[in-house]
């Protein structure tokens, strides 16, 4: 029961996060800083703030620039539990445990702050080091924050149509739609696949029966995946989708989003100018 249980609530609780990660329209809807700001200006803005965090080479400027982030966050009525907690997971975790190497002498030669002992070796940690795996991890943070943050703020069919006036290919904008709509059923068919289970089994499987039922609901939601994303795009095409995205408020730029615009003009000026003037 606490082995089925632990099953339970690790995909209960996965799903639920992967629920509220991608479909989080509630946050996008809110009256809040970001959020009312046009969406072309938002995505053209957050594009040169990640201009500025990916070539800047101050460690203090990319320090401010993620404290930017959290302010914005705040400032567009985003829990901050929540933001961080997205913006923590996966992709800046993974580049610590990658920067992680970078701050040993054996990789990084400098002057020395600590010592180890790891399995009968003596490992010794640089200041270059520890500054050159702070910098990466940084960086990366602060670029998933941006990116999280304009996903946040703004409503998805919304984006899709910004990212065509910028004369993004209509492909990868359609295939970016569809894929949208179709992970929530995805995630749907999981849910009640695994319930479907759980009803008729009620209790854990032997190892062996239970990776022949794994095998035979890959296989299932395989066949059925491939006529599901087939059944979608009909849908779409019925009711009037062309391949472009349409929204029923038009787009309309006011004072706010041309001063938001300039700040992040500014901020990625000011980047420039400390990475190859200053330095």
């Not at 509220?20 to 053209?44: H, I, N, T």
């Not at 992680?100 to 054996?106: G, H, L, M, R, W």
């Not at 739609?177 to 319930?195: A, D, K, Q, S, W």
């Not at 472009?244 to 615009?261: C, K, Q, V, Y």
Request: hydrophobic share 50%; net charge positive.
């Amino acid at each position: 029961m606490k082995r089925n249980n632990f099953i339970e609530r690790s995909l209960v609780g996965t799903l639920v996060f992967l629920k509220e990660s991608v479909f989080s329209d509630d946050y996008a809807a809110r009256r809040a800083f970001l959020q009312g700001l046009d969406p072309r200006c938002k995505l053209a803005a957050i594009l040169m703030l990640l201009l500025a965090v990916m070539f800047s080479r101050n460690i203090y400027f990319l320090a401010g620039m993620y404290a930017l982030c959290l302010l914005l966050a705040v400032s567009s009525s985003i829990r901050l539990g929540f933001f961080l907690k997205r913006t923590w997971v996966f992709i800046p975790l993974f580049s610590l445990f990658i920067a992680v190497p970078a701050i040993f002498e054996v990789f990084t030669p400098g002057q020395a702050v600590a010592r180890l002992q790891l399995f009968g070796l003596s490992l010794t940690i640089t200041r270059q080091g520890l500054a050159s795996a702070g910098f990466f991890f940084i960086r990366v943070l602060t670029s998933v924050s941006l990116c999280v943050l304009l996903v946040l703020t703004t409503r998805h069919y919304a984006l899709l149509k910004a990212l065509r006036f910028f004369k993004i290919p209509q492909v990868f904008v359609m295939t970016a739609g569809m894929c949208y709509r179709y992970i929530y059923l995805f995630i749907e068919i999981i849910e009640n696949t695994y319930l479907a289970i759980k009803s008729r089994v009620g209790t854990v499987p032997s190892t062996k029966k239970g990776q022949m039922v794994v095998a035979w609901n890959i296989g299932g939601l395989w066949q059925r995946s491939y006529t599901l994303h087939n059944q979608v795009y009909s849908a779409m095409v019925s009711r009037g989708y062309t391949g472009e995205p349409r929204d029923m408020n038009e787009f309309s730029a006011a004072g706010i989003d041309f001063l938001w615009l300039g700040t992040a003009f500014l901020i990625l000026g000011l980047s420039l100018w400390q990475t190859y003037y200053l330095n």
